[in-house]
């Protein structure tokens, strides 16, 4: 089951904004609009950012978005803060696994 | 409040099996489906499989298939996660996951446990 494909780490200034793409195929990313994205702070468990490729939960800063252009998504965070330093992952349905994640990104917030 | 709660770290010598078990409270446990998700030590996040915890549905990775064992209790809002013949490589962090009735993604999680297979 071959994993979505992220840059390994992102990194920008506070109240930079930046973006980490999500790199699939036509069978996941490309193939329809269940992409989702997710944070994770060190030892805690994920927390869902972003559904649907662009639709934010209740609750989730609107400094983050969500776009896709073919095979590949993307997350924004705009604003950047100090508590946005985590680790991010995409996640796409695949109808032969059905669900995959990307290998994730480390963002770091210089 | 809606929340997941996992059972506590586990230690397992090579060949055995552990069962984690995920306790749900503040929804309805039979409405929403539940997966399982793991994560080694700093690696990805990696999907395992799910539960219709309503009528009891179960589909695994192929990856895990004949080892991984998905069940549920309805009268205890818990679902189950049993993973046989452990070798070292499935040391990891195991997390279940509520998928959301209104779009396609995880919106709660549990808090994790630790398995550690050890000889």
């Known amino acids: 089951q071959s994993a979505l494909t992220q840059p390994a780490s992102v990194s920008g200034s506070p109240g930079q904004s930046i973006t980490i793409s999500c790199t699939g195929t036509?069978?996941?990313?490309?193939?329809?609009?269940?992409v989702s994205w997710y944070q994770q702070h060190p030892g805690k468990a994920p927390k869902l950012m972003i559904y649907?490729?662009?639709n934010r939960p209740s609750g989730v800063s609107n400094r983050f978005s969500g776009s896709k252009s073919g095979n590949t998504a993307s997350l924004t965070i705009s604003g950047l803060q100090a508590e946005d330093e985590a680790d991010y992952y995409c996640?796409?349905?695949?109808?032969?696994?059905?669900?995959?994640f990307g290998g994730g990104t480390k963002v770091t917030v210089l | 409040q809606v929340q997941l709660v996992q059972s506590g770290a586990e230690v397992k010598k090579p060949g055995a099996s552990v069962r984690v078990s995920c306790k749900a409270s503040g929804y309805t446990f039979i409405s929403y489906a539940m997966h399982w998700v793991r994560q080694a030590p700093g690696q990805r996040l990696e999907w395992m499989g799910w539960i219709n915890a309503g009528n009891g549905n179960t589909k695994s990775s192929q990856k895990f298939q004949g080892r991984v064992t998905i069940t549920r209790d309805t009268s205890a809002s818990t679902a189950y996660m049993e993973l046989s013949s452990l070798r070292s490589e499935d040391t990891a962090v195991y997390y279940c996951?509520?998928?959301?009735?209104?779009?396609?993604?995880?919106?709660?999680w549990g808090q994790g446990t630790m398995v550690t297979v050890s000889s």
């Open positions: 996640s796409s349905y695949r109808s032969s696994s059905p669900w995959v």
């Open positions: 996951a509520r998928e959301s009735q209104w779009f396609a993604a995880f919106d709660i």
């Open positions: 649907d490729v662009t």
């Open positions: 036509s069978s996941d990313v490309g193939g329809h609009n269940y």
